[in-house]
Nanobody, 122 residues
Framework: QVQLVESGGGLVQAGGSLRLSCTAS????????MGWFRQAPGKEREFVTA????????NYADSVEGRFTISRDNAKNTAYLQMNSLKPEDTAVYYC???????????????WGQGTQVTVSS
């Protein structure tokens, strides 16, 4: 069992930056690929980015490529999402997830955090 807790969300102006953190309980964090997803009001949850167990591979949605960076520190049981050049359309609840493959599909992830709100004002 892995419990994930996101933090770092908040309100930021367009063009600003935020860094989200996802801290995992347990000693198996390094066994999982980590992903970030987001869900805006009235929309389906969508893939943002993912990183494999050893940080040698990352995937990004086209909408965030070049602006967002995923990373992880297995010694700290934490994954990060650095978000730069934020846009109002980035407003959503952001979720981190742990899975067995580095995937853009939510169904490949087994454990999910509770989400953290990111609001970007214009």
């Amino acid at each position: 069992q892995v419990q994930l807790v996101e933090s770092g969300g908040g309100l930021v102006q367009a063009g600003g930056s935020l860094r989200l953190s996802c801290t995992a309980s347990g000693r198996t964090f390094g066994s999982y690929a980590m992903g970030w997803f987001r869900q805006a009001p009235g929309k389906e949850r969508e893939f943002v980015t993912a990183i494999n167990r050893i940080s040698s591979r990352t995937n990004y949605a086209d909408s965030v490529e070049g602006r967002f960076t995923i990373s992880r520190d297995n010694a700290k049981n934490t994954a990060y999402l650095q978000m730069n050049s934020l846009k109002p359309e980035d407003t959503a609840v952001y979720y981190c997830a742990a899975g067995t493959v580095t995937s853009g599909s939510a169904t490949d992830y087994v454990y999910w955090g509770q989400g953290t709100q990111v609001t970007v004002s214009s």
